[in-house]
């Protein structure tokens, strides 16, 4: 799971008179800057900005990580110092302590959101960082902007022992997935589940149960999970979110998502109680 560790402590101004070393998360478009070492990656450890003919684009102070401050930055798409390399964080998944690549997906959304937000969405004027709070404020209008998060609702419909899994233009060959989208506006999670099922598989279902939720940050989605019982309906694909989608039974399941998804953590609790 890709999660915000409990040890971290998110701040908004590093704190006067510490001196200690900082990791420091470096993006280029979306890819994060590691080293492999023997006992796995790491990041740059530095008190200041540790490549000093490499300035950042923009950083940000993220807080700390079992005490230990944390930047993120984003640089020029230059190739990267002699020794360190830029990786997408979904390739990083076991190979980068979890907590380190929690904080790393945290730290991604914010330099997305710093970047995407230079200009008011309301006047055009260049929005200025407020010290305060995580926000970029107009110095023309007032307008604020947050970091922003999508919700998307996941759901998986069991029948009799069954799953439904559904391909998605995106997906990997032979890899199928539980059913999912975003929420609308105006709309509550239980709606999105309904609409969202009869909408790519044509069927019912009744029984919804919150199972958990998963920030996402790619780019900047939060994953609220649920299960529920198939109610009724034919199996009628719409072709353009799902190409195809079929009940599996436990012992004939096909290939999965990426076990850092919480599509994979829902998969996984239905065959450790189906098996
Ligand atoms: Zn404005």
């Not at 980068?96 to 991604?108: F, N, S, T």
């Not at 069927?203 to 994953?223: G, K, T």
């Not at 694909?237 to 096909?254: K, Q, S, T």
């Amino acid at each position: 799971m890709l999660i915000l560790p409990d040890d971290f402590q998110p701040a908004m101004l590093l704190p006067a008179g510490i001196e200690q070393p900082a990791w420091w998360f470096i993006f280029v478009h979306g890819q994060l800057l590691v080293r492999a070492t023997g006992a796995g990656m790491e990041l740059p450890l530095a008190s200041i900005w540790p490549f000093a003919n490499w300035p950042p684009v923009r950083r940000l102070y993220l807080g700390t990580l079992q005490g230990q401050p944390c930047h993120a930055a984003e640089v020029m798409n230059a190739g990267p110092p002699p020794g360190w390399r830029f990786e997408n964080l979904r390739g990083l998944w076991t190979r980068m302590d979890e907590a380190m690549l929690g904080v790393a997906g945290h730290a991604l959304q914010l330099i997305e959101w710093d970047r995407t937000h230079q200009y008011c969405g309301h006047c055009g004027t260049p929005t200025e960082r407020r010290a305060e709070e995580r926000a970029r404020v107009c110095p023309a209008c007032q307008h604020a902007a947050y970091p922003q998060l999508s919700p998307v609702v996941m759901v998986r419909v069991v029948d009799k022992g069954r799953i439904l899994l559904a391909r998605a233009p995106r997906f990997a060959p032979g890899v199928y997935s539980v059913l999912a989208g975003f929420v609308e506006a105006g709309e509550t999670l239980e709606q999105t589940i309904h609409r969202e099922v009869a909408e790519e598989v044509g069927i019912q279902v009744y029984n919804l149960r919150y199972f958990a939720s998963q920030s996402w940050p790619f780019p900047h989605s939060l994953m609220i999970a649920f299960t529920a019982d198939y109610a009724g309906g034919e199996l009628q694909i719409d072709g353009r979110e799902i190409l195809e989608a079929r009940w599996f039974v436990p012992n004939e399941m096909p290939g999965l998502p990426s076990p850092m998804s919480m599509a994979w953590r829902l998969i996984q609790d239905y065959l450790a109680h189906h098996a």
